[in-house]
Each structure stands twice: as structure tokens, then as C-alpha cells.
């Protein structure tokens, strides 16, 4: 028998009532919208012109190549993952690539494993909506879908192609049927209804909404859905019809954060996104976060929806986590930040803005060959493959 997967809704943790649905546009809402002056919009046109134009911050870097076409010492090593399984009794994340992790909560006394999360999966080639066009890994994925261990929970953060890919997802569905649930932001129910699964196996929510999710037999966690400053859109008439996020993981002992895609402040905005001290305060803090640290250049387009590697320092401050690792690099260009970011950009500058204010805690491409110190409280970073243990 497979353990039976049971989710029941909690009371809002929304810490201003006031500002409960200022991310809505109509009642009930057919889009969203960033509801700080942090923010600021991107328009099409200005798109075309950073991606094809002779913008000033323009310099392409080709992704570095080894001897005779080789992989690059100068890259993110991919690794066997292990997943950690003979350390069952500590909270376990592996990194899959981008925005990939696999996160395994404690295994009580009784149980053979913990409870297994999936945030952002893809595995596919391309994050694009057709496999011959679109932004390439550069770095392959650590094993298949078929080798993952099995998975109780996927959590979606928003639904561009680099965190939703269809292919993914339909597999992961098709290998446990009836033994996994999906969790996603509002107004994205529907696609998985009509793509992927029954509605009785997704589970939407707004901003602060929380479930309890009983896994039969193994442990439950409480999943939270929480802000993050980005976008969404598959097409190009859906922009922001449904929701982005970042997830919150309590469980016994522990608390996890991922932060999905987000920004922290725009370029000439007055003032950063307060969402992560509002996360910090209603949680207080975290044992371990994954913070997005790449596709940020150039700033003065992208700085609205993603955060620079200072800014995600800053993040893992205000929402007090003990240890971060750096993630949303390493894997995949971006179609308009991979003419302006070198490839080996976001976790030097991760590295050297911890190593300021004494956060480093190593490990990852930066670590000189040693891994995190997860003992020592901070910000690092990991292999692709490899599990970080706390």
C-alpha cells in the first residue's frame, strides 16, 4: 500500500490584514501584481531592445570550455547525487540544478525516510515551450526523474518554463500516480487540472495561506505559501494571471525557505521589498534557505524581478536564516541576461560579498574543494548533486 497523503488548510499567517489581497488585481483576482514601490515593470519593448539592441551594459561572455570541447573547470561540478540517505535523521536538500531541489525532512523514529519535497523541478534540455529553441543547460542535471527516490510533494513557485516544465511534471505524476500532491500559487490549479492530474491532487494558495500535509506512516510538514517579488507567463497573453512565491517548510525541529524567483529592489526605487522581513519576523528564521543568486544582469532591466548575489545576502539576513545556499546560476542562460552575465559571475560575487561581512561558509565552485561548513552560520553554495546536510 502507498502511503495515503492527506492535506488540511490552516489559519492564515498573514501578518497585515490590511495588505491581505493588495497583490490581487479584481475580485476574485485574473491577475497579480507586485504591490511595492521596490518594484518596477518591464515593458516588451524595452525587452527587445536589452536583448537585441546596443545596450551600454551589453558584454557577452561565452560560457567557458575545457580541452577538446570538455567541461569547464571554471563551471559548477555535477555530481552522483547520494541524496544523503545514511544521514536520515537531519533535514537534507540536493541541489538538481537552477531552481531544482530535492528536500528531505528528518525520518522519525519509527519511519524509514522523512518527507520528501520537490521545489521547481526541470529536467528538460530547454526551459522553453518547444524543445528545439530556447535558453540550453549548459550544465546537465545530475541523474533522470527515474533515478530520484520517491517523492511525496512538488512545490511550485511560479510557472515559467525554467521552474514549471510540463515534461518534468507529467513524469513525476506518471512514476507515483495517486502518491504525490502538487502545491501552487493561486490561478495555476487549472493548467495542472487540464495537463497533469486530478484537482483533488493540487493544492493552490494565496500569499500566507497554510496547509498541514500528513504523510501516511513517514511525517507532516506545514507548507507556506509565502511573497516573492517576480512575474509569471507561459504565452504571450498571460502575463501575471497567476501568482509567484516563495514556500516556507516548518517541520519538527527544523524550518526551510525557498525563495522560488524573486527580486529584492528595482534600480531607482526608494526602498527594498519588506516582504522578507515580514517572512523573518512571522517564522523567526530558518535553519536553512536557498536564495536565487544569477540572471540579474543587467540590473537596470532585470534588477525589478531578480536579485543581484548583494541582494540575496541581504535577503538571507532579513528573513534570519542560519545557513543559505546560493542557487539560480550555474545551469541555464537566460534569454536576455546571457548577454550581459558571465556564466562564473553570480557565486564569485556570492563568495565575495559573504566573505565582507564574515558570512561565508564556503563550499560549491567558490570553496576552494571543501564543502559547506554547515556549522558555521552564513551564506555557501554546493555542487550540482550534492546534499547539504543540517
Known sequence: MSPAI???TLPSRQPDLKAAKDHHVGSPPTSFKNPWPSYHGIAMGDAFKARFGNHPEKNFVPVPQGP???????LVKVRQPDWGLEKKDRLRSTWIGHASFLVETPASNNADRGVRILFDPVFSERTSPVGFLGPKRYSPTPCAVSDLPEVDIVCIS???YDHLDYYTIIELYRTRKEKIHFFVPLNDK?????HICPAQQVTELDWWQSCKVQIEDIGAVTMTCTPSQHGSSRTGWDKDRSLWCSWTVEMQNHKLFFAGDTAYQAVDTPSPCPAFEQVGETFGGFDLAMLPIGLFKPQSFMGGVHASPEQSLQIHKEINSKLSIGMHYGTVRGGISGQFEDV???PRRWREAAEKEGLWSGGGIEGRGQAVDVGKAGVGLCDIGETVAI
Do not use: C, I, L, Y
Open 190 to 194: 487549472a493548467w495542472f487540472v487540464k
Open 68 to 74: 577538446d570541447g570538455s567541461r569547464s573547470d571554471q
Open 344 to 346: 562564473t559571475e553570480p
Open 6 to 8: 492527506t492535506v488540511d
Open 158 to 160: 511560479h510557472n515559467h
